[in-house]
């Protein structure tokens, strides 16, 4: 049962999806007295308290520095959820001194802080629902918000070598560059869509715990800043912007998980081709050996003649198969039986591969075979 206010997940408002994060992963150095860190460049910055996973890492991305902090150019993850809306949470937030003040979208206000008083005096700021409009609802990302709302982003996941060792130790970055957010959340969904998943291996991967591995980087891009006016001027934006460049987050799939789900792919096509697999190279995909389809002999059928229409097809048939083809602009089982590849060879046995019926399906749809179809048959 939820504890209201407490457990439920309608108020958790500043709270992470994933619990309480073990990790945190920066792309800036500590802060100074004079400020905010300096960018790191190509590195990001990996901090925990947990001395356990604090050995394990550097074991794992090299010693930490001087203030306990690992710094690395590249961090192994997987994402905890295939929704890329959960996996990197985005919304507009204004903070202050107490925490969290005001969550919106830039259209609806739907969380803010309200002061409430208990009957001794005590004063509460909890975060609470609400539905009110954005004071810069429809105007451009340029505007400031008079709550002090900023856009903000953050990315969970796990770490690959200690999820693989069992240790589900959360991990977040927070990120607030226009070039980071628009980013990862497009890289995201491009990601799903391409593999079919970004969290669960859409084929048995026992190397990386049914997990889709993917890595962290940084690139150098550029970028349009905003120029602004003096201070004397209050630091306002004139309207023009100048070149920049920016370290930004790179999400990229394991290489080596993508050979190995090419491999599997190529697996299923032979399977559904009803070619063989022997069992050594289905133990060694189910092992991570991407190579291990590649060694596998297939008896070819060598082509034959460049016949479109063989002689011992009668032209009544083909008069039928030619009806056929244009009256359902598709070869049938019958029709592929006296037509085949290599590119429209003729052969008499009565069946034929599945490659070969696709091919000629293909080249239906393309209109290859019906232009070429028609050719031979000026005569009816």
């Given at each position: 049962m939820a504890i209201v206010g407490l457990t439920n997940k309608e108020e958790w408002s500043d709270r992470d999806i994933l619990g309480r994060i073990?990790?945190?992963v920066f792309k800036g150095a500590r802060?100074?007295?004079r400020g905010a860190g300096k960018s790191l460049d190509e590195r990001y910055r990996i901090v925990t308290n947990n001395q356990r996973l604090k050995k394990l890492l550097s074991s794992l991305y090299g010693a930490p520095d001087a203030n306990g902090d690992i710094l690395t150019d590249t961090i192994n993850v997987v994402f905890p959820f295939d929704e890329p809306e959960r996996t990197f949470e985005t919304a507009m937030k204004a903070y202050s001194g107490s925490g969290l003040q005001v969550v919106c979208d830039r259209s609806i206000i739907s969380q803010e802080a309200v002061e409430e008083r208990d009957r001794r005096g005590n004063i509460f700021m909890p975060v609470k629902p609400c539905n009110k409009p954005c004071p810069v609802a429809g105007q451009p990302m340029g505007f400031k918000c008079s709550?002090?709302?900023?856009?903000?982003?953050?990315?969970y996941f796990y770490i690959r070598e200690l999820f693989e060792c069992s240790l589900m130790s959360p991990c977040k970055m927070t990120l607030r560059a226009y070039s980071d957010i628009t980013y990862i959340s497009s890289r995201l969904e491009a990601l799903q869509s391409e593999i079919g998943s970004i969290t669960n291996s859409p084929f048995p991967c026992f190397r990386t715990r049914h997990k889709v591995p993917f890595t962290l980087t940084r690139s150098e891009i550029e970028i349009k800043r905003p120029v602004?006016?003096?201070?004397?001027?209050?630091?306002?934006?004139?309207?023009?912007?100048?070149?920049?460049k920016t370290w930004a987050v790179e999400i990229n799939p394991d290489p080596d998980y993508m050979n190995l789900l090419q491999a599997w792919k190529l697996a299923e096509e032979m399977k559904a081709r009803e070619?063989?697999?022997?069992?050594?190279?289905?133990?060694?995909?189910?092992?991570?050996?991407?190579?291990?389809?590649?060694?596998i002999d297939v008896d070819v059928i060598p082509p034959q003649s460049h016949t479109l229409m063989p002689s011992t097809i009668t032209d009544k048939e083909r008069k039928e198969l030619f009806r056929v083809f244009v009256n359902q602009n598709?070869?049938?089982?019958?029709?592929?039986?006296?037509?085949?590849?290599?590119?429209?060879?003729?052969?008499?046995?009565?069946?034929?591969?599945?490659?070969?019926?696709?091919?000629?399906?293909?080249?239906?749809?393309?209109?290859?075979?019906?232009?070429?179809?028609?050719?031979?048959?000026?005569?009816?």
């Open positions: 073990e990790i945190s802060k100074s007295d709550k002090g709302c900023s856009p903000t982003g953050m990315l602004v006016s003096s201070k004397q001027d209050g630091y306002k934006r004139t309207g023009k912007k100048a070149d920049g070619i063989s697999l022997p069992s050594t190279a289905i133990a060694g995909l189910l092992g991570g050996n991407a190579e291990a389809i590649e060694c598709q070869w049938t089982t019958e029709a592929v039986k006296c037509l085949l590849i290599e590119k429209y060879s003729y052969t008499s046995t009565t069946e034929i591969m599945s490659t070969q019926y696709q091919q000629l399906l293909n080249d239906a749809v393309n209109y290859e075979l019906r232009d070429r179809l028609i050719e031979h048959t000026t005569e009816f």
